[in-house]
């Protein structure tokens, strides 16, 4: 249900619900990007999930858990972004209150448990300590799932320039807004940067083991690799691409989303 009442909320809880918390952020994206691409991508595929799980319950698929979708927070914490204009960033403290006191809610409802589907890269870390504070405070399970980094089959991720380093407003992000929301990209303003960066921090390493966006990744800022405020290849880009992306990551999500609700008895 889209826009549920209190009676709805109460049922749902009842039957064993999961609320679901879209979490994106208010930043830069590049000249070709909106502020917003990220509460986009997390409200799209929360949502897409929903009507996965819908169609699977019509199906008389068993094992489909009902799902609250609530409003998506808009706001992560940014301060890699911070250098350029329009970015609002929350502070880790700011951010963690708000995910508790919307945990708290979701207790007083009578849910136990909370999916924070999540598409902006600041985030993660932080929610992922905020679900153990909840979960021992509340009693809710708390699950962080970061929406881009769902699976993608070969065939969508052989079609990106630049899959090691597509970090922030390029080919994925740029599909996916073109795919579910097309006014407000400006691709004629698309161009890569921060890759040839990245590429020249990277040459004469003793191990590739640390670097901005490597397996040790150092505290970056946008601006020590990219003028432009993308990081990644945009280029190439198609709401083709990005619908395909979404309908893979979406049935993934609602697998997860089953899985989660198989679970949550092990987890008292």
């Known amino acids: 249900m889209s826009q549920p009442t209190w009676s709805d909320v109460a049922a749902l809880a009842a039957a064993g619900g999961i609320a679901v918390q879209p979490i994106g952020a208010t930043e830069q994206h590049g000249p070709h990007l909106p502020l917003a691409t990220d509460a986009v991508i997390a409200t799209a595929l929360a949502d897409a999930a929903r009507d996965v799980l819908a169609a699977r319950t019509a199906a008389d698929v068993a094992g489909v858990p009902p799902l609250w979708v609530l409003p998506t927070l808009a706001y992560g914490t940014s301060p890699e972004h911070a250098a350029f204009a329009g970015t609002v960033s929350l502070s880790s403290t700011t951010l963690r209150a708000i995910c508790l006191d919307v945990a708290r809610s979701v207790a007083a409802a009578g849910l136990r448990t909370l999916v924070f589907v999540n598409a902006h890269g600041g985030n993660p870390e932080l929610l992922h300590v905020v679900a153990r504070e909840i979960r021992d405070e509340t009693g809710v399970l708390v699950v962080v799932v970061h929406g881009p980094a769902l699976p993608l089959p070969p065939e969508l991720t052989d079609a990106v320039p630049r899959p090691d380093l597509d970090v922030h407003a390029g080919f994925y992000e740029t599909s996916v807004l073109l795919a579910v929301d097309p006014a407000s990209v400006r691709p004629a303003l698309a161009a890569p940067d921060g890759v040839s960066r990245t590429d020249e921090l990277a040459e004469g390493a003793r191990t590739p083991l640390v670097g901005p966006f ?39 999500l609602a697998d997860a989303l089953m899985e989660i609700a198989r679970l949550r008895p092990e987890f008292p």
Do not use: F, H
């Not at 290849?233 to 993934?252: H, K, M, N, Y």
């Open 214 to 252: 490597a397996a040790i990744s150092l505290p970056w800022r946008t601006e020590d690799v990219s003028a432009s405020g993308t990081i990644g290849d945009p280029t190439g880009a198609s709401a083709e691409w990005g619908r395909a992306a979404l309908r893979v990551q979406a049935d993934a």
